[in-house]
């Protein structure tokens, strides 16, 4: 019966440390699987940009050989309607190539933001121990005390072979007599 209060304080111990490398683990591996969410999104970007790019290139293709069958290669107003259409097509895999990167860095963002989230070992410790003197204290065991002056009392001290060498001169001010 003498060790139950021991088991006790041993058991939360234990129990707290044990709760805080679950929780670690946990933010772990959610911060991980945000990082591979981050590589999924940037790779689904850059295939995403590549289709568009090859579509345009298709588009293209099929404008200029439409335009050189009406024999409008030499027109100025056909080569600024490729133009534009050439820079439109640029812009809309600039923003498919943000879009892409930015979801990327947002999730990174969130991996860092999960993985600091994780509870630290310090405080956990020191939680470990406050629990285990609880524990303690509520299975019955006796924590130790302070000693108090009726302690103090007992211990018999001499005063009379011992002489102060030191004297009171005024509020707070000692003067040493012993030269």
């Known amino acids: 019966m003498a060790a139950l209060p021991f088991i ?5 111990a234990v129990s707290t440390i044990a709760e805080t490398a679950q929780a670690r683990k946990v933010g772990e591996t959610q911060a991980r699987g945000l990082e ?10 850059g295939a995403a940009e590549e289709a568009q790019r090859r579509q345009a290139r298709e588009a293209f293709g099929e404008t200029r050989a ?17 133009s534009e259409s050439a820079t439109a097509a640029e812009l809309d895999r600039l923003n498919r190539e943000y ?5 990327r860095r947002g999730l990174m963002f969130e991996a860092d933001v999960t993985r ?10 020191l939680s470990a121990g406050s ?33 102060p060498r030191v004297s009171v001169t005024g ?5 040493n007599v012993s030269r």
């Open 36 to 45: 591979e969410q981050a590589r999924a999104a940037a790779l689904e970007a």
């Open 131 to 163: 629990n285990a003197l609880t524990a303690y204290a509520g299975a019955g065991g006796k924590m130790p005390q302070r000693p108090t002056i009726d302690d103090l009392q007992e211990v018999k001290i001499s005063s009379r072979k011992v002489k």
């Open 116 to 125: 600091a989230a994780r509870p630290l070992w310090g405080p956990a410790i």
């Open 99 to 103: 879009e892409g990167e930015g979801r």
């Open 171 to 175: 509020p707070r001010m000692l003067r």
């Open 66 to 82: 439409a335009g050189a069958q009406m024999g409008l290669l030499e027109s100025a107003s056909f080569a600024d309607l490729y």
């Open 8 to 12: 006790a304080a041993a058991a939360s």
